[in-house]
């Protein structure tokens, strides 16, 4: 069995330049409530599709289908990492999660954090916004045309924070969450090469206008 989960959110329609299709095809996938209607724009069969389907024009069926209340404490992405989850996936690529209202955005957000207390991984793919979120330790992050690089903290703080690769570096800084010093820094190699020591730490990349 695949370790990875692909999720197609309701949020703003993702391009298909922007879509790992050999990735979606090896992986576990899930579409949460009006995500269903980008993953069939795509061509995409999902093998779950969950959520209240408040926002499709209609109520999907079949036995790959779990239908959920509106009034709800999740939201549907929310459903569908904690299924992913429960299904031991630990990999996550989520597309459709970008753009509308603020509150959804932090809360898409929040299941990156919640993946990451699960001991995995993820990332949002979108046209403009790229999200990922890391625990302690070092990682890279590939250079692409036309987007900044933000970097902030989502513990109170992120100690030991070393970055090269970028227009702007640091070496053992310590950035809080009541700081803007991460903001739009610019990837100059092929990858920007970040590490800490400990905290977490929110990768926002961001097409630029």
């Known amino acids: 069995m695949t370790d990875r989960c692909i999720i197609f959110a309701g949020g703003d ?7 790992d299709f050999d990735l979606v095809s090896q992986s576990f ?3 949460a409530d009006k995500g269903l209607e980008l993953a069939e724009s795509l061509g995409i069969v999902p093998d779950l599709i969950l959520g209240d389907f408040d926002s499709l024009d209609h109520q999907p069926t079949g036995e790959n289908v ?4 509106v009034e709800k404490d999740d939201t549907d992405l ?7 989850l429960e299904k031991g ?10 753009g509308g209202r603020l509150d959804h955005m932090m809360g898409n957000i929040a299941c990156l954090a919640l993946i990451a207390d699960n001991g995995g991984s993820g990332i949002i793919i979108g046209d403009d916004e ?8 070092s990682f890279e992050i590939p250079y692409k045309d036309g987007f900044s ?5 989502y513990t109170p703080k992120v100690s030991g924070l070393t970055i090269g690769g970028t227009k702007y570096t640091t070496e053992n800084c310590t950035l809080t969450n009541s ?3 991460g903001v739009s820094n610019e990837i100059t190699d092929d990858l920007a090469k970040i590490s800490f020591d400990d905290g977490r730490l929110l990768v926002i990349q961001s097409r630029l206008k």
């Open 130 to 137: 790229i999200i990922s979120m890391h625990d302690s330790g």
């Open 29 to 31: 996938v899930i579409c």
């Open 89 to 98: 996936y630990r990999k996550f690529c989520i597309y459709g999660a970008c």
């Open 78 to 84: 929310m459903l569908a990492v904690n299924t992913a």
């Open 149 to 153: 690089l933000s970097l902030f903290s």
């Open 179 to 181: 700081v803007t010093l």
């Open 66 to 69: 779990m239908t959920y209340p």
């Open 13 to 19: 329609a993702v391009s298909s330049c922007n879509i």
